[in-house]
């Protein structure tokens, strides 16, 4: 079993930054792919960024490509994200998530959530 918190989320400006933290219990964390999802209001939960168990190899949606960066420390058992150049369209309910799978939208533990809400 792995329990999952999230923080960081909160209410920025457009293009501001917010870094995201997701803190694991037990000490297998570094044995899973780790994942950040979000749920805007009436969406569907979307795949965010990823990041392998290793940290070697990290995956992101395009839509924020180049903006945003995933990042573990198996120290810690915990993983950021990084959000940069944030939009309005960034706003939405932010998961964080673990799983074994090679795919990685396919999660067996969840966060949570923080909100993270970007004004224009």
């Known amino acids: 079993q792995v329990q999952l918190i999230e923080s960081g989320g909160g209410l920025v400006q457009a293009g501001g930054s917010l870094r995201l933290s997701c803190v694991a219990s037990?000490?297998?964390?570094?044995?899973?792919?780790m994942g950040w999802f979000r749920q805007a209001p009436g969406k569907e939960r979307e795949f965010v960024a990823g990041?392998?168990?290793?940290?070697?190899?990290?995956y992101y949606a395009d839509s924020v490509k180049g903006r945003f960066t995933i990042s573990r420390d198996n120290a810690k058992n915990t993983v950021y994200l990084q959000m940069n150049s944030l939009k309005a369209e960034d706003t939405a309910v932010y998961y964080c998530?673990?799983?074994?799978?090679?795919?990685?939208?396919?999660?067996?533990?969840w966060g949570k959530g923080t909100l993270v809400t970007v004004s224009s």
């Open positions: 998530a673990a799983g074994r799978s090679t795919n990685l939208y396919t999660m067996d533990y």
């Open positions: 037990g000490r297998t964390f570094s044995s899973y792919n």
């Open positions: 990041i392998r168990w290793s940290g070697g190899s990290t």
